[in-house]
């Protein structure tokens, strides 16, 4: 059994959760309701999801200010 990759993403000061590796890539596990939108979904590396939280956060907070 090889162990397991897991990664913690933090943006602006702020937890959004965890990345764990598996066979199929990357799932991300939200630790705050702001990334909920994200939670459970694959990504191919664990980059790649930090960079897709940083996008969720940079679109909430662009709606936020119309």
Do not use: K, N, W
Request: net charge positive; aromatic share 10%.
């Amino acid at each position: 059994m090889s162990q397991a990759q897991a990664y913690v993403i933090e943006v602006s000061d702020r937890t959004a959760g965890i990345v764990v590796g598996d066979s199929r890539g990357f799932c991300f596990f939200s630790s705050d309701r702001a990334f909920d939108g994200l939670d459970g979904g694959y990504f191919g590396s664990a980059r790649a999801a930090e960079r897709a939280v940083r996008a969720h956060l940079q679109r909430r907070q662009v709606r936020g200010q119309r």
